[in-house]
């Protein structure tokens, strides 16, 4: 898979970066994500807050290789990463008492990919 067409430069500094992660770490799934999102974005993941809620356990840490929406309900404490997520998604996330971050800081603060599980 090529990022020649991508033209976001943040978007394709991230794909470089966890394709490296996933060569260093030895962490399969930096390597999964960076191929999804080097994908069209129209093929992107677009995952619900109740896809969370019915596939997370509590205290786990989600990985979304395209955008979370707002729809539905979160009452688990979870960490979610994305490249994008709708403002009432981020006000689900922390209403719950989980966390939202970008999937670059979550790849930093787990670089070997361990617990992580992939939604999209």
Do not use: C
């Not at 430069?9 to 060569?23: F, H, S």
């Amino acid at each position: 898979m090529t990022i020649e067409n991508k033209t976001n430069p943040n978007l394709v500094r991230l794909i470089k970066d966890l394709k490296e992660m996933a060569r260093e770490q030895d962490a399969p799934i930096w390597r999964d994500v960076a191929e999804r999102l080097a994908k069209p974005s129209k093929n992107w993941a677009e995952v619900n807050l109740s896809k969370i809620q019915r596939h997370a356990n509590e205290d786990e840490q989600i990985i979304v290789p395209g955008k979370v929406l707002g729809s539905g309900y979160l009452t688990k404490k979870v960490i979610v990463g994305s490249f994008k997520a709708s403002d009432s998604a981020k006000e689900g996330i922390s209403g719950a008492g989980g966390k939202y971050m970008s999937i670059r800081k979550l790849a930093e603060q787990n670089p070997e990919g361990s617990g992580i599980r992939l939604m999209g």
